[in-house]
């Protein structure tokens, strides 16, 4: 029950600084819901949409909600339950960010969360039967990565992994079952899973800009864990293999070789990102997230169109 309490308590009281302000403002509102992490799963579900193979006349409808849906919605809820979780150890990060800075005041950055999900439930319920179960499970995916007793963020391996998913694996899948109005076939789903699960190198990039302030609160990410040579290492790893499956997949099983020839020449490009990015990791993580980033999900396109013609089905 004590353990109940307190973790019940880690979720809702506010510990901000005090602010003569009562309302949060709409510019620190669109700060908080970072528009700049909007791109990837908003990329992901039109990659899922063209991958489908369906033609996009009499679909528009259904393709501009889920892109709306998949970033400004989810992806934005999703940063706010993140910065409501994480406002201690952004005190200690980023003290300039909306809710330690006291811009967002009080409770303001858990309520905007929770209506956005609700929100999201809503709007995702124009998508159909795919789309609705989609959004439902992205709701629960975001707030088991922020918020106890779950925050699978603490752990270098779970939160990576179900950030990659989430941003790239299930806005692709959705966008491909809401076009189709069905199931997607097999290669979809595994490129777009070999997608998701590159992503985990991705998001791991992301986590050296936190590495003081998530060594003071207990958060194991694997820069934290391994350092940040040996973080850098095993996210180029992870980066690079699922790219080579699906090089391999498209040039040897799928007949398509000139796709597959695109794919490698970007992996070719990332390979030489990924060599300076190694020379000083956590001085050049921003840096490879604005070049090596783009050629990743550059080839996340390529694979879209390559998929979308072939004929094998569930």
Same mark, same amino acid.
């Given at each position: *029950?004590?353990?109940? +309490?307190?973790?019940?308590?880690?979720?809702?009281?506010?510990?901000?600084?005090?602010?003569?302000?009562?309302?949060?403002?709409?510019?620190?509102?669109?700060?908080?819901?970072?528009?700049?992490? !909007?791109?990837?799963?908003?990329?992901?579900?039109?990659?899922?949409?063209?991958?489908a193979g369906v033609a996009p006349a009499g679909n528009w409808a259904l393709l501009i909600? @889920?892109?709306?849906?998949?970033?400004?919605? &989810?992806?934005?809820?999703?940063?706010? =339950?993140?910065?409501?979780?994480?406002?201690? #150890?952004?005190?200690?990060?980023?003290?300039?960010?909306?809710?330690?800075?006291?811009?967002?005041?009080?409770?303001?950055?858990?309520?905007?969360?929770?209506?956005?999900?609700?929100?999201? =439930?809503?709007?995702?319920?124009?998508?159909?039967? !795919?789309?609705?179960?989609?959004?439902?499970?992205?709701?629960?995916?975001?707030? $088991?990565?922020?918020?106890?007793?779950?925050?699978?963020? +603490?752990?270098?391996?779970?939160?990576?992994? /179900?950030?990659?998913?989430?941003?790239?694996?299930?806005?692709?899948?959705?966008?491909?079952? %809401?076009? =189709?109005? @069905? $199931?997607?076939?097999?290669p979809v789903i595994i490129v777009a899973v070999l997608y998701g699960l590159g992503a985990?190198?991705?998001?791991?990039?992301?986590?050296?800009?936190?590495?003081?302030?998530?060594?003071?609160?207990?958060?194991?990410? /694997?820069?934290?864990?391994?350092?940040?040579?040996?973080?850098? +290492? /095993?996210?180029?790893?992870? *980066? =690079?293999?699922?790219?080579?499956?699906?090089?391999?997949?498209?040039?040897?099983? !799928?007949?398509?070789?000139?796709?597959?020839?695109?794919?490698?020449?970007?992996?070719?490009?990332?390979?030489?990102?990924?060599?300076?990015?190694?020379?000083?990791?956590?001085?050049?993580?921003?840096?490879?997230?604005?070049?090596?980033? #783009?050629?990743? %999900?550059?080839?996340?396109?390529?694979?879209?169109? $390559? &998929?979308?013609?072939?004929?094998? !089905?569930?």
């Amino acid at each position: *029950m004590c353990k109940l +309490k307190l973790t019940v308590m880690s979720v809702t009281t506010d510990l901000t600084p005090p602010s003569a302000r009562s309302l949060p403002d709409l510019r620190s509102v669109l700060t908080l819901l970072k528009p700049i992490t !909007w791109f990837p799963p908003m990329w992901a579900y039109l990659c899922g949409a063209l991958s489908a193979g369906v033609a996009p006349a009499g679909n528009w409808a259904l393709l501009i909600v @889920g892109v709306v849906l998949a970033g400004p919605v &989810v992806c934005g809820m999703s940063q706010a =339950a993140n910065d409501w979780c994480d406002r201690h #150890v952004d005190a200690i990060n980023e003290p300039d960010r909306p809710i330690p800075s006291g811009r967002i005041p009080g409770r303001w950055g858990l309520w905007i969360a929770m209506a956005m999900s609700i929100f999201a =439930a809503a709007l995702g319920l124009t998508l159909g039967p !795919w789309g609705f179960g989609a959004t439902l499970v992205a709701i629960a995916a975001a707030w $088991a990565y922020s918020a106890e007793p779950v925050r699978l963020k +603490k752990s270098g391996w779970w939160g990576p992994g /179900l950030v990659g998913l989430s941003y790239e694996t299930l806005p692709w899948f959705t966008g491909a079952a %809401v076009l =189709a109005a @069905g $199931a997607p076939g097999w290669p979809v789903i595994i490129v777009a899973v070999l997608y998701g699960l590159g992503a985990h190198g991705i998001m791991t990039l992301n986590d050296f800009k936190a590495l003081e302030g998530d060594r003071k609160m207990g958060v194991n990410s /694997l820069p934290v864990t391994l350092g940040p040579e040996r973080a850098a +290492k /095993l996210a180029c790893i992870v *980066m =690079a293999v699922p790219q080579i499956v699906v090089f391999a997949l498209l040039y040897f099983v !799928w007949d398509r070789p000139w796709h597959g020839l695109v794919i490698a020449i970007s992996l070719i490009a990332q390979f030489y990102a990924m060599q300076v990015l190694l020379r000083d990791p956590k001085a050049k993580a921003p840096w490879y997230n604005g070049v090596g980033v #783009v050629l990743y %999900v550059s080839g996340m396109m390529v694979t879209a169109f $390559a &998929v979308r013609t072939l004929e094998v !089905w569930p």
